[in-house]
């Protein structure tokens, strides 16, 4: 992808490139009442879901094309830009009928090689020169994330942007879908003109948490935003806890704080990000461990075993050390590390045993 172009070339400030609009067109009424309150506070580009994948049978599914003659009187009075998402060979086609300015590829979609490449083989045959913003996969695969860009790139489609929504995992968490800001950093290190967006509302899943995470993503670098906003959140028809009113998305956009950094310095910024990260994984794996020394601890209060096996303690040793050699860490450094592991789970697990500290 050496030719990327921008999505919107008449929005070139990154607070002014905001994508906002309800999750789902749910009725006319509804979706023409948010995009005028939204165009008030000066949103230029409109979305909202036409065919909404769910992820068990039941829910709403979206009200389909319909919903994009919705849309298109929207753009007749308002002059905003439309966007929508896309799955399948159809979505393109009704979406492209209908002259939607920008589509975007869900999670879901970007999972799957085979819907990405039928999505841009239908773009190819029809000629299509509209703007396509991909949102990572599901699941935090940077490579896939990247071939599902480059599948549309090779459909002649050179106005590409990213979506950063999270990552799924599984137990509960701050955030409905984890950042992972490092996976979205190593994106613009590889390809810097591509432009990122951050999706807060999904990162989240919570409205309390669009404003910081918004900010987070400016103070970052990315190139924007696209947040749910509904005209009445509470009732939506879906992700009623993530969405937000036009008034709220206006307060929020209001203080946000774009800071410029000098492009001498922008590649050792992204890179510490990079590490702060890793960091941060590094510490939700290591609190994981934890919890499990603890189960282990109150196994062996149990069945009166002592904290401490020998004979398991040396095979640890033994095989991470030779496993950490053979990624290219030093014998000593792996040493230390496991040592300082090992003495923390037995520490726990002492608390346990001798009933000072319960498992959660």
């Not at 991909?134 to 990247?146: A, F, H, Q």
């Not at 002649?156 to 955030?175: N, V």
Request: proline content about 5%; hydrophobic content about 40%.
């Amino acid at each position: 992808m050496t030719d990327i172009q921008p999505i919107f070339p008449q929005l070139t400030d990154r607070q002014s490139l905001v994508i906002a609009g309800p999750c789902s067109a749910e009725t006319r009424e509804q979706v023409l009442d948010t995009a005028r309150q939204l165009a008030q506070y000066g949103i230029k580009v409109f979305r909202a879901g036409i065919w909404k994948p769910r992820t068990k049978p039941g829910g709403f599914e979206g009200v389909g094309s319909e919903g994009l003659e919705w849309m298109r009187e929207v753009r007749e009075e308002t002059g905003m830009l439309l966007a929508t998402e896309v799955a399948n060979r159809h979505h393109v086609e009704e979406a492209l009928k209908a002259g939607i300015d920008v589509l975007w590829i869900g999670a879901r979609t970007t999972a799957n090689p085979f819907a990405v490449q039928e999505i841009a083989d239908t773009l190819a045959e029809h000629g299509a020169n509209v703007p396509v913003m991909v949102k990572n996969p599901v699941n935090p695969d940077l490579e896939l994330w990247i071939g599902a860009m480059q599948r549309i790139y090779n459909a002649g489609i050179h106005r590409i942007g990213a979506i950063h929504r999270g990552f799924s995992s599984y137990g509960k968490h701050l955030y409905r879908n984890m950042p992972e800001w490092h996976i979205p950093v190593e994106l613009r290190l590889r390809y810097p003109s591509l432009p990122i967006v951050c999706d807060p509302s999904h990162i989240g899943g919570k409205r309390e948490l669009i404003a910081p995470l918004s900010q987070q993503a400016m103070d970052m670098g990315f190139n924007g935003l696209i947040v749910e906003s509904h005209c009445s959140p509470d009732s939506a028809w879906s992700d009623a806890a993530q969405q937000i009113t036009p008034e709220i998305l206006n307060f929020i956009l209001g203080t946000l704080v774009v800071r410029d950094s000098k492009q001498t310095t922008e590649s050792l910024q992204l890179l510490r990000q990079h590490i702060d990260g890793i960091d941060n994984e590094l510490l939700e794996v290591l609190s994981k461990r934890m919890g499990i020394s603890r189960q282990i601890g109150q196994y062996k209060r149990e069945h009166r075993m002592s904290a401490v096996q020998a004979g398991r303690y040396n095979d640890i040793m033994r095989s991470r050390i030779k496993l950490g050699e053979e990624m290219g860490m030093g014998a000593e450094f792996l040493r230390t590390l496991f040592l300082a592991i090992h003495d923390e789970s037995v520490r726990q697990q002492i608390e346990v045993i001798n009933d000072r500290k319960p498992i959660d």
